[in-house]
């Protein structure tokens, strides 16, 4: 009666009334889920405690041994989750368990498709975990009592998940958390000993911690046994474990239902000793974007879950790699700020990133299809990895992938290596063309001659890519790389007629490249011939030693260079026309035309478009005359 007194009614945040609406209607088909997130609360209820007392070196304390109990009462609609962990106190559970602290909620609600496959499996990613209670629960009840605190001083939560939630206080005989959940009618196949147990197999069995079911056909007595194998999967050998544990233990630590595309299992031993176990997901995470998004890599000293990564143990640009770091060499009270100063972790994280390169690696080699899959998912975040990683750069070179003039899709599957294998005889450069698009890219002029060479050129169209070309990779493996958008006309193995060629088409037109010059002061930086287009009459160019073209573009925004220099191909029947006749008066025409033309192919913007068409219309005029 008095505790009835005490009772306290709350609001839900906004946002848990509407994912406690969500759950109830779109997870219906996975129902099952909830059992998961409910034990893996309670192991990472006891994780938390075990280390608490490490830390505060109250060890001793720990002589109770850790346990997770499932439980049902067919008589009363109810299944029963409980854990001895560290409990929560009173605010602690108006702040878990009523509101959803974290930032991620709202791209959780963004990111729901209506698949309820795909949408289960968004839940265990953005620590919604709990509510999934209510997926097949009409009634919660959870009564909590903190570690530290004593048996009276315990909370009961209620909530019928409409809206409003109820607190009291009550009493627990040991620290740790019990939920009861009321089943919703038509439930009833849930109150089994058999399905509960398949269930938690299924989803369960890689947890550290034991999780006690009453002996099948004893219900209602004392005896109960363990269900799940409860060792800490890492640090099981490599021989005794199968596929199946490790997808089901990666589904454990991410709540991603889809198979890890690959994994890492490795004991280290030697100046500092450890276990890595890490994942490379088949799917972008839906945070790979999201700044400050949670880590997915998780820190353990001799087993006990210390801390998720704070950047220290993965670099950026492998922030999609999930899975655990085992430590035997730092303490247990080990701290964010020993960790930034520690060198076991600079060993680590060193070994690990190697380790997970050469996985890549090894990924692209053995099964490119598959690598294929990793790179449309994760390249663009890879790449991230030339700028990031100076000690790594050659290796993270290896793995990058390109579209390129030889490819016939989009799709970016040609490496470097690829490149310099199908290089011409004599050729020891790397061409690239950045272009805002694979359409644009592919309809360049800059690939005329390139294309009429049968010279190869990587087709590059990530804003990243600036990066990874522009500035910080002059040369892979001993070739330059060139964009074909700057500088001087390259040379394709030209032959010595092909060269004197066009020379003499450069004196042959100095005249008229003259004049051009003059009519486009302040516009073109230089005029020239070339013999770098086959069909286009002109083509604009970066000056060397300029940054390239598409560079100075997506920086400024106007489409051109700083300095841009207008080619224009001798062969062509304009050029000639105009070489041929150098007084005509329409020269001024022809000359602006040509320039924004070229610049139009570019995809960049023509600076008075008016004027343009005036240009254009005046010569259009006159050649209806002339006919
Ligand atoms: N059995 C429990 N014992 C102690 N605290 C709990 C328990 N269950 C839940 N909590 C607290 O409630 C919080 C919210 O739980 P919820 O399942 O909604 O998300 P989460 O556990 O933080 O996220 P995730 O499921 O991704 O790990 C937890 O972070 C934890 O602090």
């Known amino acids: 009666m008095v505790l009835q007194e005490e009772q306290e009614s709350f609001s839900f945040q906004a946002e848990v009334t509407q994912l406690l609406n969500l759950m109830a209607n779109s997870l219906y088909s996975n129902k099952e889920i909830f059992l998961r997130e409910l034990i893996s609360n309670a192991s990472d209820a006891i994780d938390r405690l075990r280390f608490e007392r490490f830390s505060q070196q ?83 009840v959870l009564v909590t009592r903190r570690a530290g605190l004593d048996a009276d001083q315990a909370v009961r939560w209620e909530s019928d998940g409409a809206g409003e939630y109820s607190l009291s206080a009550a009493e627990r005989d040991e620290p740790g958390t019990t939920i009861v959940l009321h089943l919703r009618e038509g439930e009833t196949d849930l109150l089994n000993s058999f399905r509960l147990r398949t269930i938690v197999q299924r ?52 709540g991603d239902f889809s198979e890890p595309l690959t994994h890492l299992h490795s ?5 500092y000793d450890y276990t890595l176990l890490l994942f490379v997901p088949s799917n972008a995470p839906y945070d790979l974007w999201v700044r400050d998004a949670r880590r997915k890599v998780r820190l353990h000293v001799q087993r006990v879950f210390i801390m998720d990564d704070d950047g220290q ?15 035997s060499d730092l303490p247990l009270n080990v701290s964010r700020e020993i960790l930034q100063s520690s060198l076991a972790v600079e060993h680590i994280r060193s070994s690990a990133t190697k380790k997970v390169l050469k996985l890549l690696k090894d990924l692209a080699e053995k099964e490119p299809e598959k690598y294929a899959g990793f790179w449309k998912e994760f390249g663009t975040v890879l790449k991230e990895g030339i700028a990031d990683d100076y000690s790594n750069r050659q290796d993270v070179a290896e793995l990058l992938r390109f579209t390129s003039t030889h490819s016939s899709t989009e799709n970016a599957d040609v490496s470097f290596r690829d490149y310099i294998g199908r290089m011409k005889d004599g050729q020891d ?20 001659a390139f294309r009429a060479k049968g010279v190869e050129v990587l087709l590059l169209g990530e ?52 004049k051009v010059k003059e009519l486009l002061d302040g516009k073109a930086w230089d005029v ?36 841009p220099v207008l080619e224009l191909n001798p062969e062509h029947p304009i050029v000639r026309r105009l070489n041929a006749h150098p007084d005509d008066p329409r020269l001024a025409d022809w000359a602006h035309v040509l320039f924004n033309q070229a610049v139009l192919t570019m ?25």
Not at 227 to 248: G, Q, T
């Open 58 to 140: 109250r060890a001793e304390e720990n002589a109770e041994k850790p346990w997770i109990r499932v439980g049902f009462d067919a008589d009363a609609k109810t299944i029963t989750i409980a854990d001895n962990g560290i409990g929560m106190g009173r605010d602690e559970v108006i702040e878990n368990i009523g509101t959803i602290a974290r930032s991620g909620t709202m791209e959780f609600l963004r990111g729901l498709t209506g698949d309820q496959r795909a949408d289960a499996n968004l839940i265990g990613q953005f620590g919604v975990g709990f509510y999934s209670a209510f997926v097949v629960a009409e009634r919660v």
């Open 203 to 254: 989803y369960s069995d890689h947890v550290g911690v034991p999780i006690l079911m009453p002996v099948e056909g004893s219900e209602g007595s004392e005896d109960e046994s363990a269900v799940n194998e409860a060792s800490a999967l890492w640090r099981r050998p490599k021989s005794e474990l199968v596929e199946k544990d490790y997808h089901d233990y990666y589904r454990h630590i991410t």
């Open 267 to 271: 004991k280290v031993e030697g100046r």
């Open 313 to 327: 143990l993965m670099p950026d640009y492998l922030r999609f790699v999930s899975g655990i770091i085992d430590s």
């Open 429 to 448: 450069t790397i061409y690239y063309l950045l272009a805002p698009s694979f359409a644009a890219a592919t309809a360049s002029p800059h690939l005329e």
């Open 463 to 514: 804003a990243v890519d600036n990066w990874v070309v522009g500035g910080l990779m002059q040369e892979f493996d001993g070739h330059r790389l060139q964009s074909v958008a700057q500088g001087a006309p390259p040379d394709l193995g030209d032959t010595a007629e092909e060269k004197e060629g066009i020379e003499e088409a450069a004196e042959a037109h100095a005249d008229l490249i003259a």
């Open 528 to 563: 020239r011939v070339t013999n770098r287009l086959t069909t286009s009459p002109a083509c604009i160019v970066a000056a060397e030693p300029d940054t390239d073209i598409n560079l100075a573009q997506r920086m400024r925004g106007t489409g051109l260079p700083n300095q």
């Open 603 to 627: 995809g960049a913007r023509v600076e008075d478009p008016a004027s343009f068409v005036t240009h254009l219309n005046d010569l259009l005029v006159t050649l209806t005359e002339e006919s």
